[in-house]
């Protein structure tokens, strides 16, 4: 079985990359490993907008589709040797009371997986030459099985999907902040369709 990975809306704040922050690259989404002899993640600096959460919040992401969990859920993450994804130390400041969190840590997910079934799927893309280039927008998502137990969809980067065991962790009721969504009920942007 597989799944989206969303921050849960209706629990999380909105994050955005502060002007004191080392790297404003987008380079989250990318699906690859992050060249620190190029990109400077050296502090990685976000600001919490609004009233901080009620309870602990273990999965955000940014305006820059940066992923940031806490450090329980990497933990967790690295306990059951979960491939392709790599942390970096990041810090969340609350605008809105000045508190600074700096349990967090950046994932990168560096597996890109061409898993969007093309045929049964509804979606607009850009074709070159009779081949598919890029989409723009999902109606209707079927995937294929994936290799990788967490990944980036190719041509819709900023979709991440888990399967396998990554899907057990992310499951895990201990963890907030977090919304998997199959697939076919995605409504083609954090949410389910109703």
Known sequence: MQKLLFPDIK????ITLSDKASCYEMIWEDGGHIDQNIYDLSNLEFICEGPPPKKKIDLLISDIGCPLVSERLK????????????????QVLNSYNKDHYSNFYALNISKLESCIDTEQSEFKGRIIN??????RRINKLILQPTTSAI?????????????D?????FNDSSFSGIKLIEPRRWDGFRGEKQ
């Open 165 to 169: 065991l990554a899907l057990t962790v």
């Open 130 to 135: 009779g081949k598919l280039r890029g989409i």
């Open 75 to 90: 933990d967790k993450l690295q306990e059951e040797k979960i491939e392709n994804i790599h942390f970096y130390p990041a």
């Open 151 to 163: 990944c980036r969809v190719t041509f819709f980067r900023r979709l991440i999907v888990v399967s």
């Open 11 to 14: 629990k999380t704040p909105n």
